[in-house]
């Protein structure tokens, strides 16, 4: 056995053994049947195959949105606090397994240490923002115009969330989804990323503990492991009446419509084509720092990642030299050693993307300054490492309009502020903006309507890392979803308006007479 066979076999025994405390029998998920279709999961550390776990097909899909919808019809009927105690209960579950969890979120995902731990804290937090919002689901009590009537609003959970969820982020966000719409009232069929399914068994098996715990009905939530190819079944199901979807452009472009044919409700959280812009009057060395952490961090694979920077031409230079230098440095390797900071990308097609995009950048006048060459690192021949790139673009060329999802960082310059901004805003995606300034108009001209066009909006800070507690997601090609903090858990419940008459008439709204 070469050492090389060695790290693998390491790597799937951690995988193994991190399922195994999370309470997942892997001898019997493993093993599998002829009969079964099994996904393989790879690690991007190293290319290895960490396991073989059995998948559902289309048919099955169907099967698994019925079980749901059969327990929605009870779980609705749970008082919304003690939904919410069942969801305390699985967050600190959560914490009793954070180790574990992110252990799985590297070998799947190929994250350093503290992101992925970072990614299992958002669960926690998630989870706990679930519990405060499960005494909050509140409506508004309107003046009625005619006496002795009420008039208010109330909240109902929709039925079965379909969650789909991208490789990059394979639990925060499903976590997002599904601990907001538990304690909504709904019940939830997860179709996780094909690429990680041991990090979903490692997270269902979890909740799915705790709900057995408190006695929630079989079938509050249910994991519904498969290849793209089963997506459509769940996008398509009558009884799935909300899908949640987060994952490319593409992705979405496919799933929007079949939702909307069937007058479903969709929440959709597709690609970004994040910038900052950087003022004459920015703090440079708080400038570098943000948009280093948010252009190289995930190895450029987070939907915020930051991948324009619109710099003033008199401090252009400047940045690039500073950018240059901390780029050169940035030590790429395997994410489970201390002190790296860019893991691997998730796969070969995705570094074949990230070339075919600097070689299309370089052809409509772009300069590389650094980065964009394949790393070697060692013990890992077959897996996809590459330092950082950073390319000077004379315009925004239709490469620099696209979403790579890959570390490419370009960077143009402007004159004016509205010029800036109007490059910031010439993009289809509509997700993370920022810009770095001292300025305080040049920040509220950025944050006002005729500003970013994004959903997220940043001053000072970089365009990736936002914090539950307020709504996330994007406009135009974004897909306009709102998840996670604030009164995104709306998306997850409709709207009943009632009018109440505690009178001894009938009086008619706008004076009508029908006597
Ligand atoms: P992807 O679109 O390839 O896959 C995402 C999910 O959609 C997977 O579970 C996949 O199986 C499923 N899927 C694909 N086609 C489908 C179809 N026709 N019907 C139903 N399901 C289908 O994306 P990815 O490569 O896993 O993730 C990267 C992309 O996700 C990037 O574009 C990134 O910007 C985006 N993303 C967005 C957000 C956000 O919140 N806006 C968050 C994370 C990732």
């Known amino acids: 056995m070469t050492a090389t066979d060695d790290r693998a076999t390491d790597l799937a025994m951690r995988a193994r053994r991190a399922l195994s405390n999370c309470g997942t029998d892997v001898e019997s998920t493993s ?13 991007p550390i190293d290319g290895s195959i960490l396991m073989n776990v059995p998948a559902v097909t289309a048919a099955q899909v169907d099967d698994l949105v019925s079980r749901a919808h059969e327990a929605f019809l009870s779980w609705r009927q749970v008082p919304a606090p003690l939904r919410g105690q069942i969801i305390k209960a699985f967050g600190r579950r959560l914490e009793e397994h954070k180790e574990d969890l992110a252990d799985l979120v590297q070998l799947e995902v190929g994250k350093i240490r503290s992101e992925a731990l970072g990614e299992v804290q958002e669960m926690i937090d998630i989870c706990d923002f679930a519990v405060g919002l499960s005494r909050q689901l509140e409506g508004r009590t309107m003046p009625s115009e005619r006496p002795g009537h009420r008039l208010m609003e109330t909240w109902h959970p929709r039925g079965v969330v379909g969650v789909i969820s991208a490789f990059n982020f394979p639990v925060a966000v499903w976590a997002w989804n599904t601990a907001i719409a538990l304690v909504c009232g ?39 492991l498969a290849d793209r190819d089963a997506g459509p079944a769940l996008v398509d199901h009558p009884l799935a009446a909300v899908i949640s979807a987060t994952g490319s452009e593409r992705m979405g472009a496919e799933v929007a419509p079949r939702v909307a044919a069937r007058f479903g409700h969709c929440i959709l959280e597709l690609g970004g084509n994040n910038a900052a812009i950087v003022a004459p009057s920015a703090d440079l060395d708080l400038a570098v720092r943000g948009i280093v952490f948010a252009a190289a961090g995930t190895a450029g694979q987070r939907c915020t990642s930051l991948r324009r ?19 050169a440095r940035l030590r790429v390797g395997n994410p489970l050693d201390d002190g790296v900071l860019v893991g ?6 995705s570094f074949d993307r990230m070339q075919a995009a600097i070689a299309e950048a370089v052809t409509a006048g ?25 390319v000077r673009m004379p315009v925004q060329a239709d490469i620099v309009r696209r979403e790579t999802f890959a570390p490419i960082l370009y960077v143009m310059a402007y004159e004016t502020l509205d010029e800036a901004v109007a490059l910031q805003n010439g993009v289809p995606q509509g997700l993370s903006s920022s810009i770095f300034t001292l300025d305080q108009r040049e920040a509220e001209v950025f944050m006002s309507s005729a500003g970013s066009d994004c959903g997220i909006v ?18 135009k090609t974004t897909g306009g979803g709102r998840e996670s903090g604030s009164d995104s858990w709306r998306g997850y419940m409709r ?17 009508v007479s029908f006597e």
């Not at 002829?34 to 690690?43: E, Q």
């Not at 709207?495 to 004076?511: C, K, M």
Request: glycine share 10%; with cysteine; charged share 15%.
């Open 31 to 43: 093993s599998g049947s002829a009969h079964v279709p099994m996904l393989v999961s790879h690690s």
């Open 186 to 224: 709904d019940t939830v069929v997860w179709k996780p990323s094909e690429r990680t399914p041991l990090t979903a068994l490692a997270c269902s098996t979890l909740l799915e503990a705790v709900l057995a715990e408190h006695s929630a009905p079989v079938g509050t939530h249910v994991l519904a």
């Open 309 to 327: 920077v619109i710099a003033h031409s008199s401090i252009i230079d400047d940045l690039l030299r500073r950018l240059a230098d901390v780029y």
């Open 344 to 349: 691997p990308l998730i796969d070969q097609g």
């Open 366 to 390: 772009g300069t590389v300054i650094v980065g964009g060459e394949r790393v070697d690192v060692e013990g890992c021949p077959d897996a996809a490492y590459v330092r950082p790139a950073l």
């Open 458 to 475: 940043n001053v000072n800070i970089g365009t990736s890392g936002a914090e539950i507690g307020g709504a996330f997601g994007g406009e």
């Open 495 to 511: 709207r009943a308006t009632n009018t109440i008459n505690y009178s001894h008439d009938l009086p008619l709204a706008q004076g």
